[in-house]
């Protein structure tokens, strides 16, 4: 379901300094000032949690920040460098703002992050508990970054580790290596570091971060190839998942989790995962012992949309009680 832009204000030029920075400036009031700004429209309903909630890692993710006035600051590292993206909704229209390199980047893809690539049109609700919460949530929109990197290392982390040790290793990794992000973000966001930075990483900083060597490993093998890795945005996204699990370290589990958010993958479903087969099996058919098998069959009747499936089984809020701590998000492809 697409939406529109509205006319992008003119950029201004100081005289004695570059577009939209006046000269005199210090380099980080320059940066704050150096805002680009649109208006996006979408068609229909839009709730900014539930679309860019996914990308968030954790209540301190030094990337992301969702704000009491119901802002939504995001920071990346985008293919022109750094950028740092503001989005308000105001009733029927987002404000978009971005600051640094990557600012126009990110500004021509507000559409698809915000889901106009989405198709929520062509999902019809097989349960009384899906129907139910596509009624209760009609904003829910699938984002699509178009970035591989942001998603794949954060997901290696997850790999058979609690969320909230996932969460502490990339918060930490990325404040210590990362860079503070552009313009007037709120608290201490920052960048994450480019693959040459990650590949850098001594030894006993990922153990600092309660990183084991095998994740780390694969990490290091992620951000060797990262130029290959974030040409799959241009494919289909089984096609980037085969690319992807070429990877030794990079199974099902993490390549489904990466093009959910890269490609806004409708049908990609994460197998392997420690809860999500009973959440599905008990929601659908009472059977909180669900495996992988079990959930994919259950889901069979919304081939084409059974990530959506899922996100609203999860947000239907009829999950059975926890036998377990929370444990390992893992993947089971090539570990």
């Known amino acids: 379901m697409a939406g529109r832009f509205a006319p992008r204000p003119p950029r201004t030029t100081v005289p004695g300094g570059h577009a939209g920075v006046p000269a005199r400036l210090p380099r980080q009031a320059a940066a704050a000032g150096a805002g680009r700004e ?4 979408p068609e229909g309903p839009l709730d900014l949690g539930l679309v860019l909630g996914p990308l968030r890692r954790g209540p301190g993710d030094p990337t992301f920040r969702a704000m009491p006035d119901g802002a939504v600051w995001r920071v990346s590292r985008t293919p022109l460098g750094p950028g740092s ?15 640094g390199p990557g600012a126009e980047w990110l500004l021509d893809r507000v559409p698809e992050l915000l889901g106009a690539a989405d198709d929520p049109e062509a999902f019809v609700p097989r349960h009384r508990v899906v129907a139910t919460a596509r009624h209760r949530r009609p904003g829910l929109r699938l984002t699509r970054t178009g970035l591989v990197l942001e998603s794949l290392i954060p997901s290696i982390l ?4 609690t969320t909230d040790e996932a969460y502490r290793a990339w918060r930490l990794l990325v404040r210590k290596f990362g860079e503070p992000a552009p313009g007037p973000v709120p608290g201490q966001m920052c960048v994450m570091p480019d693959a040459r930075t990650w590949a850098l990483i001594p030894s006993w900083e990922w153990h600092r971060a309660g990183v084991d060597d095998k994740r780390a490993s694969t990490i290091l093998r992620s951000v060797r190839v ?11 996204p089984e096609e980037a998942r085969a690319r992807l699990e070429v990877v030794p370290g990079v199974g099902p589990w993490t390549s489904a989790e990466v093009v959910q958010r890269s490609h806004g993958a409708a049908d990609t479903v ?29 889901l069979e009747p919304y081939a084409g949309q059974r990530h959506r499936a899922a996100r609203l089984i999860l947000l239907s809020g009829r999950v059975p009680g926890r036998r377990a701590p929370r444990m390992p998000r893992w993947d089971v492809g090539r570990l």
């Open 38 to 41: 649109r208006t996006y429209v």
């Open 85 to 99: 993206l503001r989005v308000t909704a105001r009733g029927a229209a987002v404000r978009a703002e971005a600051w």
């Open 158 to 161: 997850e790999q058979k580790v």
């Open 226 to 236: 990262a130029a290959r890795l974030e040409q799959t945005v241009g494919m289909a």
């Open 270 to 298: 994460t197998v392997g995962d420690l809860h999500l087969p009973g959440i599905v099996g008990f929601a659908l058919a009472g059977d909180r012992d669900a495996d992988d098998a079990v959930m994919l069959s259950l």
